[in-house]
């Protein structure tokens, strides 16, 4: 497993993002509401996407997407997988608003179906990458059977990646200090809550591609680093984003 397979026209990145739009999303966060942060942080990706998958005037689909929010009920909000050159034909995105609780497992199961779908086709692709969203313990099933089987399937390029992006003010037993000196998550940082173990559990090894890309936009990730970022203001939510997007590219 190398996850370093250039994403191209012929062999685009599959990127689903999961994000909670609970209740809990209307809190505030550095003076603004979770949601604009989150939904911000996912704009910039979209954009880092497009930038990335354009040479000269051409803009070529490098990336395939699929966006779903989640909270009784899981909502698609491109109405399937779309290239990043149909997403750069919306405009904006549709907008995310805060609804009631938190099926975390329903919106895995979904992303599941979809990797199911898109898998054999992707033989020859970048490994896929579920970026998941959350401010808050799961309500209903267990998702983390659902996610180990999930990170159980890949293609030859690698396992599926899932990458956790918790907004957390209460995560880490010690303080963050600044977001670009912070090294990331091991196995064995110390964690405040069981969800963050759980969430720990649910969350890939960084692999050294990815980890690079970041180190060239300034971040200092190690080695070992895990796919989880505590989202516990505006800079490293957009690092989590970032982050979904750092597949090698052609």
Not at 64 to 69: D, N, W, Y
Request: overall charge negative; charged content about 25%; hydrophobic content about 40%.
């Amino acid at each position: 497993m190398s996850y370093t397979v250039q994403a191209s026209q012929r062999t685009p990145a599959l990127i689903i993002y999961l994000i909670d739009v609970s209740a809990s999303m209307n809190l505030l966060m550095d003076g603004r509401r979770r949601i604009d942060i989150v939904y911000e942080g996912l704009t910039q990706a979209i954009r880092q996407m497009v930038f990335r998958s354009t040479k000269g005037t051409r803009l070529t689909p490098r990336y395939r997407v699929a966006i779903l929010a989640y909270s009784d009920e899981v909502y698609d909000l491109l109405g399937g997988v779309k290239g990043i050159d149909e997403i750069a034909a919306f405009g904006t995105l549709p907008e995310l608003s805060p609804r009631r609780f938190s099926d975390m497992a329903k919106a895995f199961k979904q992303a599941e179906k979809i990797l199911l779908d898109e898998l054999p086709a992707m033989q020859h692709c970048p490994a896929p990458l579920i970026c998941h969203m959350t401010d808050g313990v799961a309500t209903g099933e267990d998702p983390e059977p659902i996610v180990q089987r999930i990170m159980g399937m890949g293609s030859p390029d690698g396992r599926v990646l899932v990458e956790n992006i918790f907004i957390s003010d209460h995560l880490l037993e010690s303080p963050l200090g600044d977001p670009r000196r912070w090294q990331g998550i091991q196995s064995d940082t110390g964690l405040k809550d069981e969800h963050a173990e759980k969430l720990r559990r649910m969350s890939s090894a960084l692999p050294e591609s990815y980890r690079e890309m970041l180190e060239e936009a300034g971040y200092s990730l190690t080695q070992g680093a895990l796919m989880m970022l505590p989202g516990s203001c505006a800079e490293l939510v957009s690092i989590g984003f970032q982050m979904s997007a750092a597949t090698p590219v052609r």
